[in-house]
């Protein structure tokens, strides 16, 4: 029998940044190429431009580009990781930040479920270190706002994740929510009972609202199996804020490392 392996906090951190990167690896090489094989920002500090950037275009492009205007410093990138995120969550709140922050922004022409406008923040034209400095203010504005008014639950609790009900069902049936890394909600499921496995189908299936999820595990017998073989492993869920993959499910034990398709990642 194979050697239990315990999945640190760590390990989790490094698995879901690589499927970040590896979902946005066409953006990362174009940058790459464009700002480091050229010579305009040294590599050593490319992992953490990367990380801070979530591999998402227009940040890179923003992040990158005053590095080389000397605006920021390169090796003060990651202090930008929780404002690109902060801003993800902005932009997914339009009202609260419509009312209270003074962003540059403009409307994209489409709507969302309640037929309210939506808008996207215009990073090009946040360019002096002041319009930088004004930026993070206005952020964390946005996030002091969010709780006075007590809409935090906002920046977390979208259509894409398990709600609060549901994760207290969860919970209740054993299936520990270890946290949110990031944007990923990350379950760990060891618990072969019928009951659990019941929960597990009712609330993280249908969790993706009409996504095709095709894990073996959705059969009682393969998901006990697997925790029977090896025992004191569990699977782990993973859940993104938008992610068309997602949901994940990783047992290491088995190499199993699974997207929606139960088509292997690694």
Not at 194 to 223: P, S, W
Not at 238 to 243: A, E, K, M, P, S
Request: aromatic residues 12%; contains cysteine; proline residues 2%.
């Amino acid at each position: 029998m194979a050697k239990t392996i315990r999945l640190t906090e760590n390990d989790l951190q490094l698995i879901i940044r690589r499927i970040i990167n590896e979902a946005n690896e066409a953006t990362i090489a174009k940058y790459k190429q464009i700002f480091v094989d050229s010579g305009k920002i040294d590599e050593e500090y490319w992992d953490e431009i990367v990380q801070a950037t979530m591999g998402k275009d227009a940040y890179m492009k923003w992040l990158c580009s005053r590095i080389v205007r000397k605006i920021i410093k390169a090796e003060d990138s990651l202090r930008y990781e929780s404002l690109f995120k902060t801003f993800e969550q902005i932009k997914k709140s339009n009202k609260i930040s419509q009312q209270y922050l003074h962003i540059p922004q403009f409307e994209t022409g489409e709507e969302d479920e309640n037929g309210e406008p939506i808008y996207i923040f215009n990073l090009d034209s946040i360019k002096t270190q002041s319009d930088i400095r004004d930026l993070e203010k206005a952020v964390d504005a946005f996030k002091q706002k969010s709780l006075d008014l007590g809409m935090d639950d906002n920046l977390v609790n979208t259509g894409n994740l398990v709600s609060k009900p549901d994760l207290m069902k969860l919970d209740a049936a054993g299936i520990k929510l270890l946290g949110l890394v990031d944007g990923y909600q990350i379950f760990k499921i060891s618990d072969i009972s019928k009951e659990t496995h019941k929960v597990y189908c009712d609330i993280l299936f249908k969790a993706q609202k009409g996504a095709e999820i095709k894990f073996c595990t959705f059969g009682h017998g393969h998901y006990s199996r697997y925790l029977k073989d090896y025992p004191g492993s569990a699977y782990y869920f993973i859940f993104n804020l938008g992610d068309p993959m997602a949901p994940y499910q990783f047992h290491y034990e088995s190499n199993q490392f699974m997207d929606r398709r139960d088509q292997q990642i690694f």
